[in-house]
């Protein structure tokens, strides 16, 4: 049987919640990740040195104790955000940079920003000290097709804020387009991205040929599959500048299955199983281990792990639902995956 041995892979981009939602779901990553990078998009947004520590205690509280998994925070980026919240966040080790939520952009992102110069100062700041901006790389101009969103977020903002801010060490999240491939790839070093699963794997057709498929939508949404194939292109390319980051992000079933269902694919119980089926299509299996755990440390500034898992071909069926308090669909729910997690 074929079998993969990987140092143990960090998700550089995660959504786990809160309460309830937060214990059912963080045990799907803590059992394949080391490390991951959590997102602050909570009711309240965590904006605060002090609530991402006190979440990240939440976070500890709801995996055992041994498991070895360890959070990261990433701040909810405001307007109002004190200049001195930078400094703080810049000498606290498990906060790892600020997260800009362009007002509307996505899931609970009405805190975010509105105009990117209101933010200036915090961002000259943040260049600074050095802290790294992830980005949700969407405009929110309601006259711009959602398509083009990711295209032109970067021809009107990120192209601009590159030119300002020439030191700013920025991540720009689930990159979907050619075109964010093509920005990272001609930004200096300091400029990388993550890649999902879903947006690896699938192009738009998956959203919505043969009927709508809430639970394959996201946002940044899936796009044609000339993106697809720039992105796999980038993830299996070998440049440092991409990496893994699931942006798994679990919605009740309720929320999903609706009229005007959420963004957001819960993918934490099969993404790292995904990646390896990626891959292995595009023949880059041994490229997956730099990918998965080793550029993204590499960019933090983080030693890489030192444990490994093991990844075995062998095929499996992704639950139809997540059992607990809160009914969850996994992305790929009642499919076959071609490799399994053994850890
Ligand atoms: N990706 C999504 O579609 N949703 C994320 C938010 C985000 O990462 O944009 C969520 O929090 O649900
Ligand atoms: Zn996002
Ligand atoms: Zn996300």
Not at 2 to 16: A, C, K, Y
Not at 53 to 66: E, F, G, Q, S, T
Not at 308 to 321: D, F, G
Request: aromatic letters at 8%; proline letters at 8%; charged letters at 20%.
């Amino acid at each position: 049987m074929q079998t993969l041995t990987l140092t143990r892979p960090d998700d550089w981009h995660l959504h786990l919640r809160d309460g309830t939602l937060l214990a059912q779901v963080v045990p799907f990553s803590a059992r394949r990740f080391g490390r991951a990078l959590v997102m602050p998009n909570l009711k309240p947004p965590v904006t605060t040195v002090d609530a991402a520590l006190a979440y990240r205690n939440r976070i500890l509280k709801a995996v055992a104790p041994d498991c070895g998994f360890t959070p990261y925070i990433s701040l909810y980026l405001t307007e109002n955000t004190p200049l001195a919240e930078i400094t703080r966040a810049a000498a606290e080790p498990c906060v790892l940079g600020f997260k800009l939520y362009p007002a509307g952009a996505t899931t609970h992102s009405d805190a975010g920003v509105r105009r990117l110069e209101a933010v200036y100062p915090l961002l000259e700041a943040m260049e600074e000290q050095e802290l790294v901006l992830q980005v949700h790389g969407e405009v929110t101009d309601p006259d711009i097709d959602i398509f083009d969103r990711e295209a032109v977020f970067i021809e009107r903002e990120l192209v601009p804020l590159r030119q300002r801010f020439p030191a700013l060490r920025i991540v720009l999240e689930h990159v979907t387009t050619a075109e964010g491939v093509a920005f990272v790839q001609e930004s200096p070093p300091q400029v990388a991205a993550t890649i999902t699963p879903q947006h690896l794997r699938y192009n738009r057709n998956a959203l919505l040929a043969g009927g709508i498929h809430p639970h394959y939508y996201c946002l940044p949404v899936l796009k044609r599959e000339k993106h697809r194939q720039a992105l796999l292109a980038a993830a299996t390319s070998g440049s440092p500048k991409f990496f893994l980051g699931t942006d798994s992000a679990p919605h009740p079933r309720p929320a999903k299955e609706s009229a005007c269902g959420c963004a957001g694919c819960f993918t934490a119980p099969l993404a790292l199983e995904m990646y390896a089926e990626v891959f292995e299509q595009a023949c880059a299996l041994d490229r997956l281990e730099d990918f998965a755990s080793g550029f993204g440390a590499d960019f933090y500034g983080l030693p890489r792990n030192q444990e490994k898992v093991r990844l075995i071909r062998e095929s499996w069926k992704a639950p139809q639902t997540l059992g607990g308090e809160i009914p969850l669909v996994p992305l790929r729910a009642g499919e076959t995956i071609d490799w399994r997690c053994e850890t």
